[in-house]
């Protein structure tokens, strides 16, 4: 299994996307740092807005997550190099195993990549005090929860991108599952939660537990779920795991 | 001498179509085995079956004692295939697809070795996207070879590659083999295949027809003879009158001679007895490619 990991991280490495991505990331965050600086009043760019979403960096994260993972299994075929991932002495739930393993920690690594650069920016370029109480939560303590739920929304995207990439046989519809995962959590979920209003079991479909991140750091996206933090939780990783199954079975039905 | 590889009675079907019969064979330690067949015959299937990648529905694999199935794949470890085409990641160098399938022990000197024997050293370190097919290629039957497996399994190996490197793969084959690895090799292209080849097996609609040595394939079709005289008629007056049965191909005459036969002495005796001048005498024993042909020949007639 090590020998199998290894050689996920040797290709991901190798992939010129990868690196390309985290310079634009860090890019992102170090421009919006200084705008920040030198446009104190403009309130999307004010430290407590863009510190928390990691200067806009959180976003690309999980983009890159995304594209890493559509195509983990789905390049595999497209490359013909299946067969020799599948010959050797492992086996097909190793090698998925893998993947999984190499894409969760590529997730975390961009993400932690993210908050170094954002700690540093914050205390270099804003002065950010991270100690400071708002709302009865410290910075720092927003930014933690922020984050565990940032961490939860993210691994129920990758299973699901990983799910579609598998079942689809493309990488492609995917990745565009995963833009739409992101964009009903930031933009749409408006309208899921009024039709949650309006019909109560619809708050149980997987776009409610999207939320999880936002409902962790604000009290009234909890009324608006009509689910409680530890349900949204748990349900987040259960669809997770369930979305992960799938692409497994999957993966272990595909033809050589 | 130990068997590396014993297939026993494979059947697989596909879709209710059963594509390999009780499919049975063996190789040795250190034996080159041919698999021929006309496209469809399930050349590509055994492989797979073999190499652990495809379910079978009866009968049983075992590499070097241990079983291989799609949920057994210890004795796998040993083993280095290139089936179909190769698989090549675009964004990977040829030597950096060879560190990420080569194991850590001896690394960098079995690269070296194989990248050498197979006269990679040009463009290893160019990214795989711009290799010709051959290259490709190539780069399959090194990341097959890279581990030095006691058991190779080859599709179609030689596809695409120029007779320089066909040669090479040939060279390797016979190196290795003498080293006591073991391949299976299915090709096409038969007079390449029989120049490596100890054993061939003939498969056709999922039955093995023919399971036979080099050796014993061609002392089974006979052997022909093949005299070029000096002087055509007088040549043709001796052997008649010495009652010799011959064909004529172009300017020589053509003998052919079962095992008890003595075609060749009689003719000889017959010509020299008579002062014809012989120019030359080719022995030729029946190809590959001839029992193969045959075969097919036989089975149209069948049908």
Redesign the interface.
């Known amino acids: 299994m090590g020998t199998l990991i290894k050689?996920e991280w040797?290709?991901l490495a190798?992939?010129?996307g990868t690196w390309i991505a985290i310079g634009v990331m860090v890019a992102i965050q170090v421009f919006v740092a200084v705008m920040g600086r030198l446009y104190p009043d403009v309130a999307l760019l004010k430290p407590e807005v863009t510190t928390i979403v990691d200067y806009y960096g959180g976003g690309l994260v999980i983009f890159i997550a995304i594209a890493n993972v559509a195509s983990t299994v789905s390049?595999?075929f497209q490359?013909?190099?299946?067969?020799?991932l599948?010959?050797?002495?492992?086996?097909r739930s190793q090698v998925f195993m893998s993947k999984v393993i190499v894409a969760i920690c590529h997730f975390v690594l961009l993400q932690a990549i993210a908050s170094v650069v954002t700690f540093a920016l914050a205390a270099g370029l804003n002065g950010y005090d991270w100690m400071a109480v708002h709302q009865g939560r410290s910075n720092l303590a927003a930014y933690g929860l922020s984050l565990a739920g940032f961490m939860l929304m993210g691994l129920m995207l990758l299973s699901c991108a990983l799910m579609l990439s598998t079942v689809l046989k493309t990488n492609a519809a995917a990745i565009i599952s995963g833009f739409v995962g992101y964009f009903v959590v930031e933009i749409a979920s408006s309208i899921l939660t009024a039709l949650i209003a309006k019909w109560e079991f619809l708050k149980w479909n997987p776009f409610t537990f999207l939320l999880v991140g936002q409902q962790l750091t604000s009290d009234s996206v909890r009324s608006l779920t009509h689910l409680s933090d530890p349900v949204m939780i748990a349900g987040s990783l259960i669809y997770t795991l369930v979305f992960g199954l799938i692409a497994y079975a999957s993966f272990r039905k595909r033809?050589? | 001498m130990s068997t590396i590889l014993t297939v026993d009675h494979l059947d697989k079907s596909f879709s209710g179509r059963q594509v390999l019969h009780g499919v049975d064979f063996f190789v040795e330690e250190g034996h080159v085995a041919g698999l021929v067949g006309p496209n469809g015959a399930g050349k590509s299937t055994i492989m797979k079956a073999i190499l652990g990648l495809i379910p079978i529905d009866g009968g049983g694999i075992e590499i070097a004692g241990q079983p291989v199935s799609i949920t057994s794949h210890q004795a796998l470890r040993k083993v280095g295939a290139l089936i179909e085409y190769p698989g090549i990641y675009p964004f990977l160098t040829g030597r950096q697809h060879l560190e990420l399938f080569a194991a850590k022990h001896h690394q960098a000197d079995n690269i070296k070795h194989i990248v050498d024997a197979l006269g990679m050293g040009k463009y290893i370190d160019t990214k795989a996207r711009l290799y010709s097919l051959g290259m490709k290629q190539k780069l399959g039957i090194a990341q097959a070879l890279v581990n030095q497996p006691k058991l190779v399994i080859l599709d179609e190996p030689m596809n695409g590659l120029d007779p320089q490197a066909v040669k090479d793969l040939r060279d390797i084959i016979r190196d290795m083999a003498a080293a006591g690895t073991s391949f299976l090799i299915s090709s096409h292209i038969l007079s390449e295949l029989e120049k490596v080849a100890d054993d061939v097996l003939i498969l056709n609609h999922g039955h093995i027809v023919r399971n036979t040595s080099m050796g014993q394939l061609a002392e089974s079709g006979g052997v022909t003879y093949q005299i070029v005289p000096d002087n055509l008629a007088q040549a043709k007056a001796a052997l008649t009158l010495a009652n010799v049965t011959f064909t004529l191909e172009g300017a020589g005459i053509v003998l052919h001679e079962n095992a008890e036969d003595t075609a060749l002495n009689a003719a000889l005796y017959a010509l020299v007895q008579q002062g014809v001048a012989i120019r030359s005498v080719d022995r030729k024993a029946r190809d590959l490619e001839a029992s193969f042909l045959a075969m097919v020949q036989a089975e149209k007639g069948e049908a």
């Open positions: 050689q040797y290709k190798h992939k010129n390049m595999e490359y013909g190099t299946m067969k020799q599948l010959y050797r002495q492992y086996y033809s050589i």
